[in-house]
């Protein structure tokens, strides 16, 4: 693509959310929304197969429903509240419709569908954006309107999340899909605790971001985009393997690593509101993620596939540069000790 | 305790920058200098816990598996020589990171005060034990071996993290100096049967308990040799350890909530020292005479009483020692047959008459001959379970003699008889094997002149 279109698609992208995030008036939230949508599609289909186009179509298609879904809320909040701030949504009907609305655009269950096939059908690059930042702007919403979300719905949504995409992910080997399903599980945790403490979201969301931006560059860096070739990064960088060992550790949620910080936070604070059933099925279903994990470190990392002549090794061609890489692998394995920290977010 | 930790994290740095020739001897002989300087914490006074900080202190119970724990590193890269002298350098390097890693958080789980603290250690001592499992076994059923040790140990400690945030909900601080002072009875309902559950489980799966002890046959037998020390020795006394201490929080439940597993673990040593004696696999054997071990050790935490508890600290330390120079004699064995099946090696009295002495006093010592401290362990636990039921004796009798029957089956099998004739052409022992086995035995045999220090807080 032409890279000045290229720089101002993106800068749409960003802008979209920005509005989304920085408005207080609700049409200019789904106007933010329409930006980021409308913008996202061309860099969803940078390469142009019918694989692609057929993401991008449903990508569209959820997200254009979710954000009709919302403007319906916004119309209902309207006209009972008179007034087109943001601020805590009143009318129960509104307050539901939204967060249906929402979930649909964040892939929560049961809306979770368009993940796994969305994140297959588009390079590494496009599925980067849309599993990381795309995720922002629903959960900045749902940060605002948090007081008022009917507490029933959104924990069944977000159990289920955790559900699915454990169970989901087992049966995978195509490296996107596994991200993809690691994505619905994730959410599932965010939106769990967001009626409880809010902010626990906000920093379950970024530990989320700083682990799969490290997975999906180290993905990049090895152009793998299934196990059987990411099992081969033994041979080309033998480095790649212990840090993808040691972030999808940290993403399983395993201390001593910076993975285990928002589930114990989340933990506690489920913990502290008296319900104590909820965030032990939550734990323990956070296993199923952490099986195909581990499934990945072994064929990565802990053993030697054996790659023997009759196998295709890929070409190799030179070194992509990856920025930050270094830095972001720290701070998604070593930021455990830092969680006193936490306390200057109240 | 940093005297200790600092060290313990500066060996990694050791390794990376050390020469060729230099990783064994550097990292070695650092070590053992830890391990002397962390016997100065046996010097305990008589009803108190020495606090070192806020987060670290030693306590007559952690400071004898505390000497364990860092007298086994120089153990462990002793023996882990000769299976990694083909291997690349930075491999071998690797292999001494991963278990300095361990040790570290070895060492602070057995020191932390703050129960929270206690866990995440506890957890985090999984993930090099994975690796060096996983990374650097030998056969294809490791990958099964590390998932199983794995998932079992997790399922049965995320309930713990949940009983822990709670039970701070409810007393406002976890701290253990704290804990002790303040301690109420927990009142009787069904919410705080499942508190107790959830607390206990996760030991009980680390011990293991006879019904979940799935895992460890499987971890202990696919391990290398410093896998298989480290877990035979330590990782199964952190079992014991969290039970030592979360017990005092969980009276009165204990009293009728221990029936059950009581009953598991006084079926499940007859069973496990019953599987023993059909068993041809070497490391099979001793894993699982490790599970036989730790159910008398689980019968003592759960009876509460001070006999007992000394009988379970002391039966910690020795079967420790005992077990990890057991695997050490089998290892020897298996690196120079490449085979764990025992009728495959007999005969080695005739070979190597001094590793035979080594075989004898290793399986004296594990069936319980005094005057050795395994001896005063299990003594102590029998005489306490029989103060607690008398019916009890008969299981225990039974075991002491499955115990000896199955030892003496493995010594006689090993060492005893005409020696076949494919082992004429081993190596002879390396001064380095028995070096190992007499590092082994000297403080099983020096502790039986003063068992005082490893009987615990209730002596």
């Known amino acids: 693509m032409n890279p000045l279109i290229f720089t101002t698609i993106l800068m749409t992208v960003l802008l979209g959310t920005m509005i989304v995030m920085t408005s207080s008036h609700w049409l200019m939230i789904w106007i933010g929304f329409e930006m980021n949508l409308l913008a996202i599609i061309p860099i969803l289909m940078k390469k142009y197969n019918p694989r692609t186009m057929e993401a991008s179509t449903k990508y569209f298609l959820t997200q254009a429903t979710a954000s009709m879904l919302l403007m319906m809320a916004i119309i209902i909040n309207l006209m009972h509240s008179g007034q087109w701030t943001i601020t805590k949504v009143f009318n129960p009907t509104a307050s539901i419709i939204m967060t249906s609305a929402l979930a649909m655009k964040l892939g929560l269950t049961p809306f979770h569908f368009w993940v796994p096939e969305v994140t297959q059908g588009i390079s590494l690059t496009s599925g980067l954006i849309l599993l990381t930042w795309q995720k922002l702007a629903p959960m900045s919403i749902l940060y605002q309107i948090s007081p008022s979300i009917n507490l029933n719905i959104l924990l069944t949504m977000a159990v289920l999340s955790i559900l699915v995409g454990g169970w989901g992910g087992l049966n995978q080997t195509q490296l996107r899909k596994i991200m993809a399903y690691s994505s619905i599980a994730h959410m599932g945790w965010m939106t769990a605790v967001l009626v409880y403490n809010p902010t626990l979201t906000m920093l379950n969301m970024l530990i989320y971001i700083m682990m799969t931006l490290t997975m999906f560059m180290l993905f990049i860096h090895s152009s793998s985009t299934t196990t059987l070739s990411l099992s081969h990064t033994w041979n080309k960088t033998p480095l790649t393997t212990t840090l993808i060992l040691i972030t999808l550790l940290s993403m399983g949620g395993l201390p001593p690593l910076s993975g285990f910080m928002p589930k114990w936070m989340i933990i506690q604070e489920l913990t502290k509101n008296s319900s104590i059933i909820l965030p032990t099925l939550m734990a323990i279903m956070a296993l199923l993620n952490l099986y195909f994990y581990m499934r990945l470190t072994y064929s990565t990392s802990l053993t030697m596939f054996p790659s023997t002549n009759n196998m295709k090794m890929k070409w190799q061609f030179e070194t992509k540069r990856i920025t930050l890489l270094p830095p972001l692998i720290v701070m998604s394995s070593l930021l455990l000790p830092l969680t006193p920290m936490l306390s200057i977010l109240d | ?459």
């Open chain 2, 1 to 459: 305790m940093l005297k200790i930790i600092i060290p313990t994290i500066m060996l990694m740095p050791l390794t990376w920058l050390s020469k060729k020739n230099m990783i064994w001897i550097n990292t070695t002989t650092y070590s053992l200098l830890i391990s002397l300087i962390s016997l100065s914490l046996l010097n305990q006074p008589s009803n108190n816990s020495l606090n070192f900080s806020l987060m670290f202190f030693s306590d007559p119970l952690s400071a004898p598996l505390l000497v364990l724990t860092t007298w086994l590193l120089p153990l462990m890269l002793m023996a882990s020589q000769h299976h990694l002298s083909k291997e690349p350098l930075i491999r071998k390097k690797l292999y001494i990171t991963m278990l300095t890693m361990l040790q570290t958080f070895l060492i602070m789980t057995f020191t932390a005060t703050e129960l929270i603290s206690f866990y995440i250690l506890f957890e985090a001592t999984l993930v090099p034990t994975l690796i060096i499992i996983t990374r650097w076994g030998n056969q294809t059923e490791r990958l099964n071996a590390g998932l199983y040790f794995l998932f079992y140990t997790l399922m049965g400690s995320l309930p713990l993290l949940v009983a822990l945030i709670s039970i701070q909900n409810l007393t406002g601080s976890l701290n253990f100096l704290l804990i002790q002072y303040w301690n109420q009875a927990l009142p009787d309902s069904w919410s705080n049967i499942f508190l107790w559950l959830a607390c206990m489980m996760a030991f009980m799966v680390k011990m293991p308990l006879y019904g979940l002890h799935l895992w460890l046959p499987k971890a202990h037998v696919e391990a290398p040799i410093a896998g298989s020390m480290v877990l035979a020795a330590i990782l199964l006394k952190l079992g014991g350890y969290g039970m030592l201490r979360i017990t005092t929080m969980l009276n009165p439940q204990t009293s009728f909530m221990a029936y059950p597993f009581l009953m598991l673990s006084l079926w499940g040593m007859i069973m496990t020292s019953s599987i023993c004696l059909r068993q041809t696999d070497l490391k099979s054997l001793i894993a699982y005479s490790s599970v036989s071990h730790m159910a008398l050790v689980i019968v003592a935490v759960l009876i509460q009483t001070p006999w007992s508890y000394m009988g379970a600290t002391a039966l910690m330390i020795a079967h420790g020692l005992t077990s990890s120079m057991l695997f050490c004699l089998a290892n020897s064995n298996y690196e120079r047959t490449h085979s764990r099946t025992m009728i495959l090696a007999r005969g080695l009295q005739t070979l190597l008459p001094l590793m035979a002495a080594w075989w004898l006093l290793a399986s004296l010592t594990n069936l319980a001959l005094p005057p050795s401290i395994n001896l005063i362990g299990e003594l102590f636990v029998v005489m306490s379970s029989f103060s607690w039921s008398n019916i009890t004796i008969i299981l225990m009798g039974a075991n002491i003699t499955i115990t000896a029957l199955y030892s003496l089956y493995m010594l006689i099998t090993t060492q005893r008889g005409k020696y076949t004739h494919h082992v004429n052409s081993i190596k002879p022992s390396f001064t380095r094997e028995n070096a190992l086995m007499a590092l082994h035995m000297t403080p099983l045999l020096l502790l039986s002149l003063n068992p005082k220090i490893i009987l615990g807080f209730t002596y």
